[in-house]
């Protein structure tokens, strides 16, 4: 019946590649079937995972990460003791421009930083500031607290401490599900998994953003998982790769040059040798 309508339904298909560590280009080109859209269940290596976009999910190199893990070692009660509260005091990006270590972007130092966008982003500012307030929102009244992105956004500071209790709370939460349970996931739900995407670069080295399910990426990390059971969708956006900037949407509207552009890209995949 859709069909007559002019809907086409597709099968959604899982591809299991966990155990493997695989190149993205690989699993884009190979994954692809006519009439299915496949997902691809993959293991990452900590070291290739990006949060807050400069963040791996090595526990010396993520405060989220040594939160739990100083929380299982009985070094962390509470949020005053915990690393992601050093984290909020001592990153605080004034503006878009800030969050992205650009020096000198005059578009981007007019957006807030919980609105900062990528290069390679379809969404406007506008439509991103609305999503994250809305995750914002939603997050603090899931631990019974009616307060908004105003008491702080969750990847940088400044935080109001009962939003940074928040997440602290949140942090350990995941943590003991996890280990009481074990980590339960379900592709087929849109929060069901660790999701992302993968930036390549122009000599094909490689970084998967996790969009969803950072807490319990940061659970299993410092559980100590080495590598990140994650869920690709594969579309067109599933890689994002350096040799195709001239076409990423805000390189193409002029928010970004394309110098710019190279720049994010590439401290975003050399995260090693950044401040």
């Not at 006519?34 to 993520?62: A, F, H, Y």
């Not at 410092?222 to 869920?231: D, R, S």
Request: aromatic share 10%.
């Amino acid at each position: 019946m859709l069909g007559k309508r002019g809907f086409q339904l597709r099968k959604l298909t899982l591809i299991n590649l966990r155990g493997q560590i695989i190149h993205p280009l690989e699993v884009a080109y190979t994954t692809g079937k006519i009439g299915l859209i496949p997902s691809v269940l993959m293991d990452i290596p900590v070291s290739k995972c990006r949060t807050q976009l400069w963040n791996t999910l090595e526990e010396s190199k993520n405060p989220f990460v040594k939160t739990i893990v100083d929380y299982s070692n009985n070094k962390a009660s509470g949020y005053d003791s915990a690393a992601i509260k050093a984290y909020y005091k001592s990153y605080v990006p004034n503006n878009a421009c800030e969050v992205l270590r650009l020096s000198d972007n005059e578009v981007l130092k007019q957006i807030p930083a919980h609105g900062y966008l990528l290069p390679w982003d379809n969404q406007t500012a506008d439509e991103i500031i609305k999503t994250r307030e809305r995750v914002a929102l939603n997050e603090n009244r899931q631990e019974g607290k009616q307060i908004d992105i105003s008491a702080g956004y969750t990847d940088f500071g400044p935080v109001d401490t009962e939003k940074g209790e928040i997440e602290f709370k949140r942090l350990v939460k995941t943590f003991e599900n996890i280990k009481k349970q074990g980590y339960i996931e379900n592709p087929y739900l849109p929060d069901g998994a660790i999701k992302g995407y993968f930036l390549i670069g122009e000599n094909n080295d490689w970084c998967f953003i996790v969009k969803s399910g950072k807490h319990r990426a940061y659970a299993l990390s410092a559980i100590g998982y080495q590598n990140i059971p994650v869920v690709v969708d594969c579309n067109i956006g599933m890689v994002k790769r350096v040799n195709d900037l001239r076409f990423w949407p805000h390189v193409n509207n002029g928010i970004f040059s394309k110098k710019e552009a190279y720049t994010v890209a590439n401290k975003m995949l050399d995260v090693a040798n950044q401040g």
